[in-house]
């Protein structure tokens, strides 16, 4: 023989007694919810204003960081003001095979007639004889 056990059965005056009981478990449940809303959207502000910090922090910090500036098409020194590189110049040559032409030539560039340009490096200069 097994026993069963009887279930209460639930009345209308069981369920209007407890509805005070739902309706602060209900309370509970939406300030929950509105916290945890608040509590979101707090961490999405502090997430922005760190990345926005983070940002400055970085554009201030390369700024400052900068050893040289252009000044006049010129590349200066911040500390000692002296000029450490100028553009380069190109210029086309008349004749450029001969002795003169190509002291201090550090590319040679030639076009083909389909306008296809190729840029060779001159390492040294030999003079045949």
Request: aromatic share 8%; glycine share 4%.
């Amino acid at each position: 023989c097994r026993s069963r056990r009887r279930r209460k059965m639930r009345t209308t005056t069981d369920i209007v007694d407890q509805a005070p009981l739902m309706e602060r478990k209900l309370q509970a449940v939406k300030r929950e919810v509105a916290s945890s809303k608040r509590t979101a959207l707090l961490c999405v502000f502090i997430a922005c204003l760190f990345c926005f910090v983070n940002f400055a922090i970085v554009f201030v910090a390369t700024e400052y960081s900068k050893d040289t500036y252009v000044q006049a098409s010129a590349l200066v020194d911040k500390r000692s003001a002296k000029v450490v590189s100028v553009c380069e110049h190109e210029e086309h040559l008349q004749n450029a095979l001969s002795a003169d032409g190509l002291l201090g030539v550090r590319w040679i560039s030639s076009e083909k007639a389909d306008g296809e340009v190729y840029r060779h490096r001159v390492d040294g200069l030999d003079k045949w004889p």
